[in-house]
């Protein structure tokens, strides 16, 4: 093609590009556009056309896709909404000689589906020349023949259509022949008898002229040879024969059957057959039996790429005499393309939070077959949360149909199975996979409802107590768990004082050394948190025990652990064995069996004289008292506790035996100062006058109860009084670990103005008891004499 050509090409393509056509029936886009345009070349606006706007187009994910054929032969510009060309439109491979092209392609858009049909009318263009079957005809002509007999000649093609096909036939001029053309019939007519003797060969050169700007031609040259005889051409039974074949027909099989007479007998009335004019694609597919004239498949025969065959035959005899004709073979479609599955469009991933009938995808389904075998019914496998909704023509919406959940399921394969209405039904499939996004839709759960930890006082700071573990099921940071103490307050002190935990582990650690005497156990609260946006969290208490360590010695309350003073128990004479003449006194701050105590003497001034309980303290005379026993009786006591290892306190016990204070000589040499020694006088004679009263109540009652019950002798087994100021309140719910026990009752009498010494009077409400008489509490410096010698024993533990 010439530099004329592309010019009128340019200007054809120009002048279709800007008419766009009205809208057809049912709102279809159509625009006419001539075959051959170049790549790139703008075909229209669609956007402009169909009153969209440009940003709709990207956020619609608008795209044209081609309707069932294999080339994509346009395509869309999202930014300016034109169409454009991609591929070269060749309309003679596309639709042959039909009168009518038009190429199908749809502009889908999504967020909601649309489907808009585009009709692209291919006009033809004069892009291919007038050929002949050969480049030389060959004739045999006798010279007998008569003046204006004919001669067929096999027509041109032109594989443009209408006015750009052939037109036209110029003969160049002759001597003996002229053209006669009617219709598709080309013929040599002769116009003056041959003479063989004076030209035996004549070269014709016959011109098929098309109608296009500009023309094309096609030459060929008609080589007549002039024979003595051959008076008849072959003739055909039909100018044109019809057949229908179907697709996928087995190689050999017999199509139709051509048939040409000749009148003239032997040689001249042979006939044999050959094909006229054929694509190079049909001679492929078909063959002639030159004999018979049987035509025959000879290769594969596919409805979707050819629907019909035109094939031009000839019928020449012996001596060169042809005769045309045309065979229209039809092709039957079956049922043989499975249906075609496209995926246009997905999500994925959908997140697990999308409520149901979202539109999860787009399906487009595609059968190259015609009529009932290419209606399609599509479906997906039961079981999965989603289902085929019937879009727009051949276009599915995937939808989903339930809540996702990505903890339960977090991936899906959807089977799409695409079925067809042929006879047998043709199916394919085509499996989606879709996962599903996460979505911090789970809270952390602790593993337990509720943590315990156990640890001993006096742990080493940073020591770990427990952990706790919370179990997230979201995804990647929805479900990383981090832990924290909740604010708040342990005995006034923020709980961060305590305790601390570890933020990724969850192991809980002790911020301090805990004291089991100070506090037994706390509870705290742990937060478990996600990173998920907003993040999620949970709580649970953790209760926090401390277990007690052997760490506190037994405190002695009676005797007094003071070091400045000592108390002093008076013991009668008239004592038997087993009577309780005082007790020790003691606590432990501990708890369990470390506050377990017990009593032992340790030192004592007369051995096997008194004895002590191992768990009560309370002290008691072993063995009557005799005239040879000592006056003054000291004790050293040590109390111990049952912890590992064991700690221990002692104090020391002072007695005196006697039944009268005046019996004591060291009273008889106390010395006082002037101002206070009547006073002093004074009082010791009153607290004796009531001593002896006091005593001589007590002896008639316990010889009324002995004259009743008949006793041999009186026990003294009473409990010594102490002062409540000895007592601390935070003791006073102790019960067994070493304190005085409930069942004990006593009275004080004490008397008022003397201050060097206190006196104690009391009373028992134990029947066995012997009253005691007295009790003197006195300075160090009073009972320096007296006690010298035991002062030589120091005290331990007070």
Known sequence: MGDKGFSVFGLIFCVASLIQMLHLAYGDLSYSVPEELKRGSVIGNIAKDLG???????????????????????????????????????????????????????????????????????QDVNDNSPQFKDNLIEMEIRE?????????????????????????????????????????????????????????????????????????????????????????????????????????SPPNTVVITVRATDADEGVNGDVTY????????????????????????????????????????????????TAYAKVMIEVSDVNDNAPLIYLKSLTNPIAENVSPSTEVGIINVQDRDSEKNRQVRCSIQPNVPFKLVPSIKNYYSLVSTAHLDRELVSEYNITIIATDEGSPPLSSSKTVHLSVADVNDNPPVFEEQSYSAYVTENNKPGSSLCSVTARDPDWRQ?????????????????????????????????????????????????????????????????????????????QILYPSPEGNSFMTELVPKAAHGGSLVSKVIAVDADSGQNAWLSYHIVKYTDAGLFTIGLHSGEIRTQRDISESD?????????????????????????????????????????????????????????????????????????????????????????????PSAYLPPNYTEVDGTGTLRSAYNYDAYLTTGSRTSDFKFVSSYNDNTLPADQTLRKSPSDFAVAFEESDSSPEVGL
């Open 52 to 122: 969209l706007d440009l940003r709709a187009l990207s956020s619609r994910k608008a795209r044209v896709d081609s309707d069932g054929t294999r080339k994509q032969y346009c395509d869309m510009n999202l930014s300016t909404g034109d169409l454009l060309a991609t591929e070269r439109i060749d309309r003679e491979n596309l639709c042959g000689k039909k009168a009518s092209c038009v190429l199908k392609v749809d502009l889908v858009l999504e967020n909601p589906l649309e489907l808009q049909h585009v009709s692209l009318h291919v």
């Open 144 to 248: 007998s023949a008569e003046k204006g007999s004919r001669f067929s000649i096999q027509e041109a093609h032109d594989a443009d259509i209408g006015q750009n096909s052939v037109q036209r036939y110029t003969l160049q001029k002759n001597d003996n022949f002229i053209l006669a053309v009617d219709g598709n019939a080309v013929e040599l007519v002769l116009e003056n008898k041959l003479d063989r003797e004076k030209q035996k060969e004549i070269n014709l050169f016959l011109t098929a002229v098309d109608g296009g700007i500009p023309q094309r031609s096609g030459t060929v040259v008609i080589h007549v040879t002039v024979l003595d005889a051959n008076d008849n051409a072959p003739v055909f039974s039909q100018a044109l024969y019809r057949a229908s074949v179907a697709e996928n």
């Open 274 to 321: 050959d094909f006229g004019h054929v694509s190079d694609d049909d001679v492929n597919v078909f063959s002639i039996d030159h004999k018979t004239g049987q035509i025959r498949i000879i290769g594969l025969i596919d409805y979707e790429e050819i629907s019909s065959f035109e094939i031009g035959v000839q019928a020449k005899d012996g001596l060169g005499l």
């Open 478 to 554: 929805n479900g990383t768990v981090i832990y924290s103490l909740l604010a708040a307050e342990v005995n006034g002190a923020p709980v961060s004082s305590y305790l601390s935990v570890n933020g990724d582990t969850g192991v809980i650690h002790a911020v301090r050394s805990f004291d089991y005497e100070h506090f037994r156990s706390f509870k705290v609260h742990v937060m478990a948190r996600d990173n998920g946006s907003p993040p999620l969290s949970s709580n649970v208490s953790i209760s926090v025990f401390i277990a007690d360590v052997n760490d506190n010695s037994p």
């Open 630 to 722: 000592s006056m003054k009786q000291n004790l050293i006591v040590a109390v111990k506790d049952n912890g590992q290892p064991s700690l221990s306190a002692t104090c020391t016990m002072y007695l005196l035996i006697s039944d009268n204070l005046a019996e004591v000589p060291e009273l008889k040499d106390i010395s006082y100062d002037e101002n206070n020694s009547k006073l002093t006088f004074y009082l010791i004679i009153a607290l004796v006058c009531v001593s002896t009263f006091f005593l001589t109540f007590i002896i008639i009652i316990l010889g009324v109860r002995f004259c009743h019950r008949r006793k041999p002798r009186l026990l003294f087994d009473g409990a010594v009084a102490i």
